[in-house]
């Protein structure tokens, strides 16, 4: 568990982390597997393939700690720091508002579906497709809003679709597809931990980025909140990083 406690520099603190631990122009790996072949001696049989290593970056925290915001000044920080391909999943199911953060269009342009128009987004347009066995990679290039060097995938409002249609499998569906695509996969959740989509963001993520303000109450909460990751979900520590914002400007 590692605290990060600044003002107004932690985005780049969070984005020269990354870097130091790799830098972004060697994200391939080199993967060695072994296998059986069909030999009547059925030996084993290795191989070395090249991998591309993905960064799947979840952003949770404490109530009103300016999650989205951050999560949109760090893709946008990743953005201009490399030609990495970048997603930004807004996996608020129930209250999801990167694109007005961002200002940009909630309804995806490329894809015509039949469904109520406060329903329209990114998320539910894969839901959808997915149900009908019509989702892929490609299919997810049309549901992304691209901006300025950014794909966003955007995010529900409907209590109906987050309680009654979203589920972890498509989520799992979606993950699978961005990451034979993008490089960077950031994750925009709920302040609600206790909604399935952010416990499964937090579980598959391989860094967590926790939020919280430099109060009392916001740091009694985030111990509160924490435990719970800790020793309910089995979240592993050492991928946690809390981010204590002591001043935050709206905007930062």
């Known amino acids: 568990l590692e605290l990060i406690n600044n003002n107004d520099v932690e985005i780049a603190d969070v984005i020269d982390a990354i870097d130091r631990e790799e830098p972004f122009a060697n994200r391939m790996v080199m993967e060695t597997n072994e296998v059986y072949d069909a030999s009547p001696l059925n030996e084993r049989v290795s191989y070395i393939t090249k991998v591309q290593k993905q960064e799947v970056i979840a952003i949770s925290g404490t109530n009103g700690s300016g999650k989205s915001t951050f999560a949109v000044n760090l893709v946008k920080k990743l953005s201009q720091k490399s030609d990495s391909k970048i997603l930004l999943i807004d996996l608020d199911t129930l209250n999801g508002n990167i694109d007005e953060i961002m200002s940009i ?148």
């Open 105 to 252: 269009n909630k309804v995806p342009q490329n894809v015509e579906l039949i469904m109520d128009e406060d329903k329209k987004c990114g998320l539910n347009y894969a839901a959808s497709l997915i149900a009908k066995n019509r989702f892929d990679a490609n299919v997810l290039d049309e549901i992304v809003i691209q901006d300025k060097g950014v794909d966003v995938l955007t995010g529900n409002v409907s209590l109906h679709y987050c309680q009654n249609v979203l589920k972890e499998e498509y989520y799992e569906t979606i993950l699978a597809a961005a990451k034979e695509k993008y490089d960077f996969i950031v994750i925009d959740t709920s302040s609600n931990i206790f909604l399935d989509s952010t416990k499964w963001a937090l579980q598959v993520a391989n860094r967590v980025l926790f939020l919280t303000e430099n109060s009392y109450v916001c740091l009694k909460k985030t111990s509160q909140l924490l435990n719970v990751l800790f020793n309910v979900w089995r979240i592993w520590k050492n991928k946690v990083q809390v981010v204590i914002r002591k001043n935050r400007v709206e905007g930062l």
